[in-house]
Structure formats: C-alpha cells, structure tokens
C-alpha cells in the first residue's frame, strides 16, 4: 500500500518558529516529528511514502536524503554510531516529494497525490501527528479495511472542551471499537456534536475519494476539508484505535510529547526527573 503524508500547510499556530522551518521538522525529543510518521508506515509494511511538501519544506527532503560530506566527516572521526542512524533514516523508505502551491486545505493536499496513487486504496497520516501502540495505528487501519473492504479512519474518544477542535464521526458500533460512520462533522459544537469521537489523522481511503475531494467547495477556514469529502463516500468505518496519538501541531502538546518521550530513556529519565522536581520545587 502507498501512503500519503500531508506536510505542507504554514503551521500558523506554531508562529514565529514555523516562519522558516516547517511544523513537521520540529524535534519531539530525539528525532523530528515527521521521522516518528515514516516509521510508522514502515512498521506498518507501507515502502512507497508521498509527502506533500510546499514552500520553505526544503529541510523534510534533505532530512531523508543522503549527505555524503556528513557521512565521510563521521567516518574520518570513528563516530560510526551516529553513522548509522544516519544512514538507518536515509534507507527508511522510497520516498516522492510533491509541491502544494498554495495551502487550500488538507482535501486539496491529499488530493494532489491522485496521479501517483492510482487505483487502490491508500493511506493517509498526517505529518503532525505521531502515534504510539503495539500494533501501529496504520496497520490497524490496514487490516480493517481489508476486512470491511471499505475506507476507515483512526478515532479516539476526546473530553467535550475538544469536541471543538476536531472532525467527529457518528454511527453504530459494528464490532469491539469499530463503527459504521453515517455521520462527519469538522469542528462541530458541543451541542451539535454526533459523539466525542475524534479523527486523529490516520486513514486509509478508497480511490473514489478523489472525485468527492475535487467536488467539495471551501468550508470551514476557508479550506478544502478531508472531512467534507469523506462524508460524501458511500462506506465509511473508524477504528477507535487502541494506543495514543500526540498532536504535534500546538506548543503545549508538543513540549508535553517531548518530555513524556524524553523520560521512556533510560538515559535520561533520572536526570530528567529531578531536573524537574527541582524546577517544581
Ligand atoms: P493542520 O491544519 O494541522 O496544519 O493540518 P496547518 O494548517 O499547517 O496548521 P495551522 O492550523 O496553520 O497551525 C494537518 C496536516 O495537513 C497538512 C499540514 O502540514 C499538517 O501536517 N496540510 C494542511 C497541508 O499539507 N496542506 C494544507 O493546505 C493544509
């Protein structure tokens, strides 16, 4: 399966850090948030990624580029640990770049992927967004979706102070977690709100979606939503998934994603902590 990775949008919420640097290259401890997302499509048996880049998102490309003056520096200097890993992110995957323009929205974005898509159904994870479970989100969504031969996305049950700031999905529960979506709403209400059910920014989409995308007129944000589409498609499931997404896109659970991340080293974890009760004290 291929899978596409929006990471082109202008991370305003990140201002002034996202100026010149795109939301996707922050690092979430040790390594930059796009980087937890192609491992996970890799864990999940995806080899050929498009990401959708746009102005100023130079930095994405070079990270999953070969640098051969990094590389001999480090051999000269017997650094072959660090080599390694450089060389490990290099050879993640088959990776192909391609250029929104103009920022139109996530359905746009995913939308500009068609021609290298094809046919088939294909993955959706959004580069700012990380994921962490036993059975990676994606591959959840995978095997699902074979099983319901239909499209699907990732949910998980947020407090109703969030309802606010996600898309939510309505229906029945078919099976343990897994429901038949009859209704999508972007950042609806509280009060209008389907269910607490939110799309945290993994799917795995039929083909048709594209002619509902190129179909679904700007809407909230003065955007083309992914959710507007999906709700135009004639099967739908969401997983509630099993394990914990981070959103990467807000300052506060970004510094929270980095620090959680930081303490599950052993490294660090002792210095860390009492770094912190030291500041807490
Ligand atoms: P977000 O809405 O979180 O990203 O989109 P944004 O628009 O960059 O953020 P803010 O609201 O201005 O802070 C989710 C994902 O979709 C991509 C983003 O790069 C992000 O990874 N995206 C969004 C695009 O690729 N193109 C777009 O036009 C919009």
Redesign the pocket.
């Known amino acids: 399966m291929k899978c596409v990775i929006?990471?082109?949008?202008?991370?305003?919420?990140?201002l002034p850090i996202t100026k010149a640097q795109p939301?996707?290259m922050l690092p979430v401890y040790d390594r930059p948030t796009i980087q937890y997302v192609i491992e996970e499509a890799v864990a999940s048996g995806i080899d050929d990624i498009i990401i959708?880049n746009?102005k100023g998102k130079r930095s994405i490309e070079d990270h999953f580029d070969r640098s051969f003056e990094l590389e001999e520096s480090l051999k000269e200097k017997g650094k072959f640990d660090i080599l390694k890993t450089v060389n490990e992110i290099s050879n993640l995957a088959d990776i192909f770049y391609i250029r929104?323009k103009k920022?139109?929205?996530?359905g746009?974005?995913i939308n500009h992927a068609k021609r290298h898509i094809g046919d088939e159904p294909f993955a959706v994870m959004?580069?700012?967004i990380i994921t962490k479970s036993d059975r990676p989100c994606t591959k959840q969504l995978i095997d699902l979706s074979e099983k319901y031969n239909s499209s699907i996305v990732a949910v998980e049950k947020v407090p109703n102070e969030k309802v606010e700031k996600y898309g939510i999905i309505g229906g029945s529960e078919v099976s343990n977690g897994v429901y038949n979506v009859d209704t999508l709403v972007e950042k609806p209400k509280l009060t209008e709100s389907p269910s607490n059910l939110a799309i945290i920014?993994r799917y795995v989409l039929y083909p048709e979606i594209f002619d509902h995308i190129e179909n679904t007129e700007v809407s909230v944000g003065n955007?083309i939503q992914l959710t507007d589409a999906m709700a135009k498609l004639d099967l739908l499931y969401a997983n509630v998934f099993n394990g914990r997404s981070y959103d990467i896109?807000n300052k506060i659970d970004w510094l929270k994603t980095s620090i959680e991340f930081a303490l599950e080293d052993d490294e660090f974890n002792d210095v860390l902590l009492d770094y912190m009760h030291e500041i807490v004290k």
């Open positions: 929006p990471a082109a949008g202008l991370g305003t919420r990140f939301k996707e959708v746009g929104q920022q139109k929205g996530l746009d974005a959004l580069g700012d920014g955007e896109g």
